[in-house]
């Protein structure tokens, strides 16, 4: 497979290439030249196949021949290490957890599997590689954990000063070792635009650097496993299978959309956003207009230019009429999402967290106005002790602190605050 860069100003490259560099030279996006269709054999037998040849299946026609099948294989199996439960909340509603791995938000599958991966790449290597990343929150926690005490691997995380939760701040301030985190004066999209301006960066050439947010084909593609988990799961209910996914930067979804264009059944997406809505916007009004970022209680979704969405428009080739007919948008208040959580709970006794209320939200908005044959799926995209302060006071009750979060919370931060790019630029030559 070879991948292309959404730019166009770039020659295609391999997977390996792709992962090494994060972002083609020409700033863009790296997209599959084609994309791989899986026979309809697979769907028919997808209930008796284990979940880890499932995943293989789905991600091998990505990598190709670039590492050995085995390795690919552990390199899956590490990934997929932990539990994907479907509570369902209504008849017709259920949520998919994805919030059981170490650091208690979905972003692990896609870091566990890049760090594996790119370890791996570079284990013979004399060259140091630096993974620049840049959070809103849960990605940085993840990435540390996925990377740390990964050989030759060097970890640099910039976050938003003041706008993550303390758990957050904690799980990507304390790991130490080849991990560093830049707490930066500014938003999300502040610390976004910094890291590709590095990456374009000639006096930064001799750094090898690459990224691990959602725009690494490794950290992005990985995620259409969970949508293949649930189809397997939920097959036997014979209904038209609806995915609500509360989205900030768009990797998530755009992966669930990759599945679907793969062949996986899905009926149609739902991108659930707060009221950072650019992508809602756009569906209704067909014109792409980003606004700045604003800060609310679903802080992994504050992103006002979601860098994945070239990749939708990519695959409904620029083709508005296309996309709606697979993906609806819609935005909620902070206050429309605290109604949720109260909702969620007292429907099932469920505590969601404030994004997966999000999507449950946009959930049933869509599902209210279509037929009764569907059946519908949000994301709970991360564990509601992550936002210990808006669920505890929403709900008036005291979430549990899982065992392994409590180590983290004991630890002291270490961060190194910068301004701007001058002063990222100057940390990574030294
Ligand atoms: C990152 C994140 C999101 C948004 O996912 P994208 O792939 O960036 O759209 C939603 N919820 C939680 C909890 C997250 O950490």
Redesign the pocket.
Known sequence: MKYLSLNQNSKSTLFNNAVKQGLARDRGLYFPETIPQLPKSFFDGIEKMNINDMAYRVIKPYVGNQILKDKLMEIVKETLDFEFPIIEITDNIAALELFQGPTL???DVGARFMARYLGHLNQDSKDEITVLVAT????GGAVANGFLGVKGVNVVILYPKGKVSEIQEKQLTTPGQNITSLEVDGVFDDCQEMVKTAFLDSALSSVNLTSAN?INVARWLP?MFYFFIAYRALKSKNKRLVFS?????????CAGIMGQQMGLPIDHFIASTNVNDAVPRYLETGTYDPLPTIQTI?N??D?GD?S?FVRIQKIFNHDIVKMKKALSGYRFTDQETRKALKEIYDLKGYIA?P?GAVGYLGLKEYLAKQGKDQYGVFLE??HPV?FLDSVNKTLKLEVEIPERLKETLSKQKVSVPIKDYSELKAYLMN
């Open positions: 938000a979905f972003k809103s929150g849960d990605t959602s995620q996914v509360p989205s900030g930067n768009f990797g998530n979804i679903s992994a979704m992103v979601p994945n967290d994004h995209t991360a992550k």
